[in-house]
């Protein structure tokens, strides 16, 4: 697809500090509530919010709708994948010819590390395009008008992709996820992997066909795929429904094994809500993504629980850090790591506070924040959903539903 020219934004740019610090083997215990915003005098890493990136208007005057994922690939390009359905009345007036702009940009779409758009894929008008077969946009006849309706979320538009992973041999990977919630029977189960340019490699799990944990054939809303090159394996995070890290081979889905929160095993039992003061909860919540760092631990965020945990390949349990503290009002949405060899800090999507909180990898302690809630350059209007890293430092955030955009915050000065 070819890029047209860009056009900035205006308006000054936001300094973001981020807390810094050493090792890399987080420890046992719990991490402390959260800490102020550090400052540079600390040797923190600076970040600076970078309105040239993307280059705009995107092409056709493309819009996205709710950002559901970044990632990073090998090349520093940037992939997004977003809800071309979810977008309110009035904002593609350019796709029903009411007015010049705009037009809903495909599902997919990637961006290269100067913020030109390279291709876009996945079509919602047409299921069949590009990949046939694959259960992944909404269901027929719906779409998103809040605007206009004054409909909620619950019984708006029915859902589509969820997350989005780049693999170890570039492929694409996305699961599927419901919004209406009327269980098991409307339960999203697929995984599929995609060519880079959208054609379907391989799906595992049938619509509506979950029968929950113990269910090595099914999925239950998946969010996100971690990767190791080494033994070729995938690990899902799965999901809104279940509540485990399931294992495959990255090459036929097969199953290898899976476990739940602490490395025990997942469970379908109801859980009560959990009231301050209680002690974290022994089943996940809500499993909303997953990233492995360098030296192979495995990162699973517990997005309504708060928390992230960290584990060993085999599911031995390492670890948990509460970033907003175990009875704040925030959520673990994502995370991605610092680009430092030893990735001394893990970053942390707090979609309810709008900030990214700033983690030391060996102790697991909240050592600082960037951003918050607006909607000037910089500042976050929607609800923080992903994150991901580039070579250079460079933090990306997803934004949903009044942001509907990714931002880049630029490394400007390296943490000691």
Not at 145 to 166: Q, V
Not at 203 to 214: D, E, I, L, Y
Not at 224 to 238: L, M, R, S, W
Not at 346 to 359: E, F, P, T
């Amino acid at each position: 697809m070819r890029q047209h020219s860009a056009a900035w934004w205006a308006g000054a740019a936001m300094m973001m500090t981020l807390g810094a610090c050493g090792g890399t083997q987080p420890t046992e215990e719990a991490s402390a509530p959260a800490a102020a915003t550090a400052s540079p005098a600390d040797g923190v890493p600076v970040f600076e919010y970078d309105p040239t990136w993307p280059q705009r208007p995107l092409p056709d005057n493309g819009i996205f709708g709710a950002v559901l994922s970044v990632a990073v690939d090998a090349r520093d390009h940037v992939w997004v994948m977003h809800w071309p359905h979810w977008i309110a009345d009035g904002d593609d007036d350019g796709a029903r010819g009411v007015r010049e702009c705009c037009n809903p940009m495909p599902a997919v779409v990637e961006f290269d590390a100067d913020g030109a758009v390279v291709q876009a894929w996945g079509s919602a008008d047409d299921p069949q395009l590009p990949a046939g077969g694959f259960q992944w946009v909404e269901l027929p006849g719906h779409r998103l008008d809040l605007l206009a309706s004054r409909r909620t979320l619950a019984d708006a538009a029915h859902g589509g992709a969820h997350g989005l992973s780049i693999d170890h041999k570039g492929n694409v990977w996305a699961g599927t996820h419901s919004t209406e919630g009327g269980g098991r029977a409307d339960v999203f189960s697929s995984l599929g992997k995609f060519t880079p340019d959208g054609k379907l490699i391989i799906q595992k799990g049938k619509h509506g066909q979950s029968t929950g944990n113990a269910d090595t054939d099914n999925f239950a809303q998946p969010t996100q795929v971690a990767f190791d090159a080494e033994t070729n394996e995938a690990f899902v995070a799965d999901g809104y429904n279940n509540r485990r890290v399931i294992v495959l081979d990255a090459d036929t889905m097969a199953f290898k094994r899976m476990w739940g929160a602490y490395g025990k095993p997942p469970s379908d039992e109801p859980m009560a809500p959990r009231q301050p003061g209680d002690p974290p909860p022994q089943q996940f919540r809500l499993v909303h993504c997953i990233k492995m760092s360098r030296d192979g631990l495995l990162y699973v965020c517990d997005m309504s629980s708060r928390r992230f945990q960290v584990f060993r390949k085999d599911g031995t349990y390492v670890g948990e850090a509460f970033p907003s503290g175990i009875d704040g009002t925030g959520t673990v949405d994502d995370v991605t790591f610092s680009a430092d060899p030893e990735q001394r800090f893990v970053y942390v999507a707090d979609g309810q506070n709008r900030k990214v909180w700033i983690v030391r990898r060996d102790t697991l302690e909240t050592v600082g924040s960037f951003g918050h809630r607006g909607y000037y350059p910089g500042e976050f209007a929607g609800y923080i959903h992903s994150l991901s890293t580039d070579s250079k430092g460079h933090v990306y955030v997803g934004e949903f539903p009044a942001g509907n955009r990714v931002s880049r915050f630029r490394m400007i000065a390296a943490g000691q």
